[in-house]
């Protein structure tokens, strides 16, 4: 006999531990500046706490609404997330900040809609492929050429802001679950060979992002610009050492280290927790994906395993991707550290894409001993 699985409270408690070491690392990397800018030392913290409550919420509520409803939402859901991505670069609505329009501003707050297509498409996908034959899947007009017309679209639209790593990210995601469903390699493939070379036009020809490249390959040599950012972060790793200089107790994240409470806030974390520190969160993110993993393989349909295998890749490529960034592994991308990185829109998504699985899980089915 077979009974229905309770929730993966494993997973909710490593996303649970993930989002607190967050809050309190926005806090270490952030009161310096918070006090200078904004005359309070707690200004993100209280921030960043309110979103972590607010999105925790939003997880439990995640967490027991039945995911098969949520098929009817993947449409309008697509349609409302392109419709913001459009809205951003709408002059008087999107905000820029630090030479890119990613934000629209709501009564103090800033919405990051690349966030919200990030989890619209997964969502989108997930339905659309579980609804396909396995013979449709397997050929280019019905199992590859439709994704890529929606895919393209929406990429178009973020690389208009420009967001390069939240295009790559979500062209990688949907990649992935194309493949999982059953899309032939090949097609894929050939697909993404004429995207090459308006990558190429978009990296190399685009200034900034050719001496980002540049600085990646000799951090040292651009040390004074466009690799500023990167050999900081990796002085706040050497720094750190084996067991880190104590919570607190940054030197980097008093001016030197830019974007420290955001996209580089895992420095900080190499800086005071050391490579402990560093390894914990990186086990931590390394089990958050294989319990996701776990949950997408025995999913009692292929709307929930196409669903839960999307949501966590979006998850651990985004952590592992700006983990990667920061130690100088990979070019720079402006990729959040999911759960630790400062920021309403990513903390709230990523809670939410944990209550969905959350959800999935709880719907598994499991032999009585």
Known sequence: MTERGGYDYWLLAVTAVLTAIGVLMVYSSS????????????????????????????????????????????????????????????????????????????????????????????LFLAHSLARKSEKSLRTFKLGVLPYLVILGLMLVMLMLQPD???????????????LVAGSCFKHLLVSIL?????????????????????????????????????????????????????????????????????????????????????????????????LGLRIAWSAPDEFGRYLAFGLIL????????NMAVVMSLLPTKGLALPFLSYGGSSLVVSLLAVGILLNVSSQIERRKA
Request: aromatic share 12%; net charge positive; charged share 15%.
């Open 314 to 321: 979006l998850l651990g490529l985004e952590a592992f991707t």
């Open 194 to 290: 004429p995207a090459l070379p308006a990558l190429y036009l978009a990296i190399w020809r685009v200034d900034y992002r050719r001496r980002r490249i540049m600085a990646f390959m000799d951090p040292w040599k651009y040390s004074t610009d466009e690799g500023f950012q990167i050999t900081q972060s990796l002085i706040a790793f050497a720094n750190g050492g084996w067991k880190g200089q104590g919570l607190g107790q940054s030197q980097q994240k008093l001016f030197f280290l830019p974007e420290a409470h955001t996209d580089f806030i895992f420095s900080v974390v190499g800086e005071e927790a050391g490579f402990i520190g560093v390894l914990t969160i990186a086990v931590l993110f390394l089990v958050l994906v294989w």
């Open 31 to 122: 009161s310096i500046m918070a006090a200078e800018h904004y005359k309070d030392g707690f200004y993100f913290l209280k921030r960043q706490a309110g979103y972590a409550v607010f999105g925790m919420l939003v997880l439990l509520g995640a967490m027991r609404f039945d995911y098969h409803h949520l098929r009817k939402l993947a449409a309008l859901g697509l349609l409302v997330s392109a419709v913001l991505l459009g809205l951003v670069l709408v002059p008087g609505i999107g905000s820029s900040a630090g030479g890119a329009v990613r934000w629209i501003r709501v009564a103090g707050f800033s919405l990051q809609p690349s966030e919200l297509a990030k989890l619209a498409l997964v």
């Open 164 to 178: 390069l790593g939240s295009a790559m990210t979500m062209g990688a995601v949907a990649m992935g679950m194309m």
